[in-house]
């Protein structure tokens, strides 16, 4: 019996949405840890509020543009890689049909076909789109469905963005006289949201994930707002 093609499609579009999903929480945590580390780091020097937003402020467009660089050149890097793949895998299915064929029925054997389904799937697929059938098995995707660097740069932007806020936003809303023990709270009830969202995604223990996450922000903010205090005299 064959399998039908939409379930490769359907499990690719679930895979990346799950990947874009898994990349927007790590990059909001990373905006969350990022900026309020500066924040504290800044506060332990100066109790200038308008010094400490400036740093944040500067903290968060720098690093939402580094990650957006980063992810563009990094998923551009994956997408020229399958590009290569298919021009490479459509060479082969010219030059040598045969022994593609008999690579497809061997891959569907290994995820456990019997040889005469895996024979008539492999010879199916072939007739309706062969080179979307060799994609798929081997890459895990298909040909209109690779790695799109701008939209990783935009989603890593916005999630950084908007991890990086909170901390900001905690620091103009809070009072003077608490401004820093409210961002480490805000700091920390964010950290545990997005630790339990990376765990649902990641399909991990919520407690743990959460836990880890909690605990290395904290130990940013710590060390960065030491460090502040022990230097900040120096520049003064």
């Known amino acids: 019996m064959a399998l039908p093609e939409k379930d490769f499609d359907h499990d690719n579009v679930t895979l990346n949405k799950l990947n874009w999903l898994r990349a927007?929480?790590?990059?909001?945590?990373?905006?969350?840890?990022?900026?309020?580390?500066?924040?504290?780091?800044?506060?332990?020097?100066?109790?200038?509020?308008?010094?400490?937003?400036?740093?944040?402020?500067?903290?968060?467009?720098?690093?939402?543009?580094?990650?957006?660089?980063?992810e563009y050149v990094s998923v551009s890097s994956q997408r020229d890689t399958?590009?290569?793949?298919?021009?490479?895998?459509?060479?082969?299915?010219?030059?040598?049909?045969?022994?593609?064929?008999?690579?497809?029925?061997?891959?569907?054997?290994?995820?456990?076909?019997?040889?005469?389904?895996?024979?008539?799937?492999?010879?199916?697929?072939?007739?309706?789109?062969?080179?979307?059938?060799h994609i798929d098995l081997e890459m895990g995707t298909s040909v209109d469905n690779l790695a799109n660097p701008w939209q990783a740069a935009i989603a890593s932007l916005l999630a950084f963005t908007i991890g990086g806020l909170i901390p900001l936003i905690t620091i103009v809303v809070a009072s003077h006289r608490v401004y820093i023990a409210a961002t480490v709270i805000a700091v920390l009830v964010a950290l545990c949201i997005t630790g339990y969202l990376s765990a649902v995604v990641s399909n991990s223990s919520r407690l743990k994930v959460m836990i880890r996450i909690i605990v290395g922000g904290a130990l940013a903010m710590a060390i960065t707002y030491t460090i502040g205090r022990l230097f900040g005299g120096i520049v003064h």
């Open 24 to 70: 927007a929480v790590l990059g909001a945590d990373d905006g969350i840890i990022s900026v309020s580390s500066i924040i504290l780091g800044v506060a332990g020097a100066t109790s200038n509020l308008g010094t400490i937003f400036t740093a944040g402020m500067a903290g968060l467009a720098a690093g939402a543009l580094s990650m957006a660089a980063g």
């Open 82 to 133: 399958q590009r290569a793949f298919i021009a490479e895998e459509k060479d082969h299915l010219k030059i040598h049909p045969k022994e593609e064929f008999a690579e497809l029925i061997a891959m569907y054997e290994d995820k456990g076909l019997s040889a005469v389904t895996a024979q008539q799937v492999a010879h199916e697929l072939t007739n309706h789109d062969v080179l979307g059938a």
